[in-house]
């Protein structure tokens, strides 16, 4: 989804694209069908598409530019709506992440978006969407990926980031999945910009049972929190919910191991995966 885009903003990338298929289908006079056909797609494929619930192929867009007659137009909108295609409501805070100075996370059941490998990434989405064509999941999988890049530029934020010890033992995908999560943890954090902390079973009840993320942005603008619900996420600026998951985060701090003694945690939970 294009940042300037007007009438299609409030629509997830899919979405967006799918409008602009029907749009397209329905000046040419073209069915479904018709155009599944003359695209080698079925009618159910087409019909996916334009209700956004998959993202269109390469090859479909490709085959829209040759029936539309819209040479490039439709492959060039496939790729920004591939590079932006989030739900509308996590894209206000990959925003402020690719702006922020410190990012403050606490993983309560999960490893973090931006520190998950491509085969634990793809369990989590298989697991929660099982129903969803292989092909839905990897564009998931690939936009999970590549949120990696606000660690690789020229200044990047420090990112310091509790785990619960669970996020260690609990088996996604497979013992080698797992095995490849931790050595990828170990690499990550031999970074200047990034600290991990384990929070251990043995600390007894967590300050937060549910994961939350906390941006900082320096002395430009506030401190922002972001936490999200089965179904949705919110970014919250007020300031007296801010300074009370600071708070928090300074207590999960303080029941966590240091991060010399959570690294070899991680490197022992890791050979367990090996066994």
């Known amino acids: 989804m294009a940042d300037d885009w007007s ?11 799918g409008t602009e298929v029907r749009a397209w289908r329905t000046d040419r006079g073209l069915s479904q069908r018709e155009l599944g056909e003359k695209a080698t797609y079925g009618q159910q494929y087409v019909a996916k598409v334009e209700a956004g619930e998959r993202l269109a192929s390469p090859e479909f867009a490709a085959a829209c530019d ?18 932006r295609g989030y739900p509308e409501w996590f894209e206000p805070y990959l925003r402020l992440e690719q702006r922020a100075t410190v990012i403050l996370d606490y993983s309560s059941n999960l490893i973090m978006g931006v520190l998950q490998t491509e085969r634990y990434a793809n369990a989590v989405f298989r697991k929660a969407h099982p129903r969803d064509e292989l092909d839905v999941t990897a564009e ?3 936009r999970r990926l590549k949120r990696r890049q606000v660690m690789e530029r020229e200044n990047p934020p420090l990112l310091w ?7 260690l033992r ?4 497979s013992p080698e999945v797992m095995r490849e999560e931790m050595a990828h943890l170990l690499k990550e954090a031999e970074s200047p910009h990034v600290t991990l902390q384990v929070l251990p079973f043995r600390s007894g009840a967590p300050a937060s049972q549910l994961p939350f993320i906390v941006l900082r942005f320096g ?13 949705s996420g919110q970014v919250i600026d007020s300031p007296a919910i801010v300074a009370n998951a600071n708070v928090t985060y300074e207590r999960l701090r303080a029941d966590a191991l240091s991060p010399s003694d959570s690294l070899d945690l991680i490197r022992e939970v890791m050979e367990e995966w090996t066994r």
């Open 161 to 167: 980031v509790i785990i619960d010890e669970s996020c």
């Open 140 to 142: 998931k999988v690939t």
């Open 66 to 83: 040759r029936i539309f007659g819209t040479p490039g137009t439709f492959a060039r909108l496939r790729r920004q709506v591939a590079q």
């Open 219 to 231: 002395d430009e603008e506030p401190d922002v929190l972001y936490v999200e619900n089965p179904i």
């Open 170 to 173: 609990r088996m996604i995908g």
């Open 7 to 17: 009438d299609g903003a409030h629509l997830t990338g899919a979405a967006y694209f």
